[in-house]
């Protein structure tokens, strides 16, 4: 497995902004390239949910944040990040980084983001 760092949440005000970061540090760059990197996230309760996705150059959102965030990433530096802009309480959640090469699956340990004035 790959190991995944991420950085990023906190505590933001409904209509407020966070971006989180994922590193693989210990990964090859141009390996990384060819990785589907994904955000996922696990509210209270709930069942963990895909968020957004990046593979080759596409990506994916779910419905419900499509509009508001934005994944992205730099092969270079080995990291991908989440942009979430206009937050709301239902988006209160751990975030999970996620890896997935040659059909084995990396996770990060998660970044808490409260939304909640």
């Known amino acids: 497995q790959v190991r995944l760092v991420e950085s990023g949440g906190g505590l933001v005000r409904p209509g407020g902004s966070l971006r989180l970061s994922c590193g693989a540090p210990?990964?090859?760059?141009?390996?990384?390239?060819?990785?589907?990197m994904g955000w996922y996230r696990q509210a209270p309760g709930k069942q963990r949910e895909l968020v957004a996705m990046s593979s080759r150059g596409n990506t994916d959102y779910a419905d419900s944040v499509t509009g508001r965030f934005i994944i992205s990433r730099d092969n270079s530096k080995k990291m991908v990040f989440l942009q979430m802009n206009s937050l709301t309480p239902e988006d209160t959640a751990v975030y999970y980084c996620?890896?997935?090469?040659?059909?084995?699956?990396?996770w990060g340990k998660g970044s808490l983001v409260t939304v909640s004035s």
């Open positions: 996620r890896l997935d090469r040659n059909g084995i699956t990396s």
């Open positions: 210990g990964t090859i760059t141009s390996t990384f390239w060819g990785d589907t």
